[in-house]
């Protein structure tokens, strides 16, 4: 079994409780305009160049049998609907200005990957993060993944923004200690207009998997000038509200971090001019949150739960 994954990002703080290991997996249905990972959209990989490291070698263009890359002025051109992802290029390319989005993954080279970071889980409360882009979308490999480490006792976790069948959520639930669940707009227009889907499905799949979970944390994103006015945030913790069981809520700031991504996957960013410095805001959304009775993070991190999942990996050694 394989899956397109971005990177595994070992020793992560800001995915869960403890020292994760956060799985980025290729593949979103959501067109944020805010995204920060704009290279994991796509269903499957995408090239992305670096300019400044390219030296014009041709090793790439070499490389390439089906004519995807060609001579154009003082560069190179990329046809990206001849490219049959054979990733020669990105082979070839010695000064690595040339490299794909993500790579297909076995679930065995992703399990040991994760597994070693297992003393850390234990010592520290970790375990593994599943993200992306949108992992649901390739809810198969999820799911096998997620069943692999809880068989061994190393907690889980899922990413999600829910703008998937409720058949791949359903199908993780029983292996997944906590879901981080975005809530990014209740509006459908704003939707529509920031999100590129003004589709009901993920505010109501987040129905249902409330009546089956009770470890839910909601993540929201705050946007200046998209969701951080009063009347939208409070619009959002009443719906959060009114599913009964929910006690978490993390607002994640706006950042321009992720804006590099965008040139180099040649794409268009339209909030480059956007001021990331919010406190005012932040704060005084934390403060209508707790004011309904949530307890709230800011900036990412995981909340100290009751139960803890703990490792039993130095017990049982690696699954076979």
């Known amino acids: 079994m394989k899956a397109y994954i971005s990177k595994i990002q070992h020793f992560n703080v800001h995915d869960g409780n403890g020292f994760r290991t956060t799985v ?9 305009k805010w995204c920060q990972n704009p290279e994991l959209q796509n269903p499957t990989p995408i090239m992305m ?16 049998t089906n004519k995807a890359l060609e001579p154009c002025g003082e560069g190179i051109y990329f046809h990206a609907f001849e490219c049959t992802l054979c990733m020669k290029c990105e082979e070839q390319c ?19 990957e994760c597994l070693k970071d ?20 390739q809810s198969d490999f ?22 998937v069948n409720y058949e791949a959520i359903e199908k993780v639930i029983e292996d997944t200690d906590v879901f981080y669940y975005d809530v990014k707009l209740i509006d459908r227009g704003k939707r529509k207009k920031y999100l590129g889907s003004d ?10 998997l409330s009546r089956l979970h009770d470890r839910i944390v909601i993540r929201i994103p705050l946007i200046p000038g998209v969701n951080d006015s009063e009347t ?27 804006m590099r991504k965008y040139e180099l996957a040649d794409i268009n960013y339209e909030m480059k001019d956007i001021d990331a410095e919010n406190t005012i805001k932040i704060n005084k959304c934390s403060d209508i949150a707790k004011s309904y009775g949530f307890e709230v993070n800011i900036g990412g991190g995981g909340f100290v739960y009751e139960l803890r999942a703990v490792s039993k990996v130095k017990e049982t050694g690696m699954p076979t």
């Open 232 to 258: 939208e945030y409070i619009r959002i913790m009443k719906y959060i509200k009114s599913l009964g069981n929910i006690r978490y809520v993390q607002i994640m700031p706006f950042h321009q971090l992720g």
């Open 199 to 208: 589709s009901n499905l993920m505010l109501d799949n987040l129905v249902k």
């Open 49 to 64: 160049y670096d300019k400044a490291l390219c030296t014009g070698c041709g090793a790439c263009m070499e490389a390439c």
């Open 94 to 112: 010695f000064n690595g200005a040339r490299f794909f989005s993500s790579h297909k993954c076995t679930l065995e080279y992703v399990l040991k």
């Open 24 to 32: 980025f997996f290729q593949g979103c249905n959501l067109r944020c």
């Open 142 to 163: 999820c799911f096998s993944l997620l069943h692999s480490l809880k068989s061994i006792g190393i907690s889980t976790a899922v990413e999600t923004a829910g703008y």
């Open 118 to 137: 297992e003393a850390f889980y234990v010592y520290h409360g970790g375990g593994v993060t599943l993200s992306g882009g949108e992992p649901l979308l």
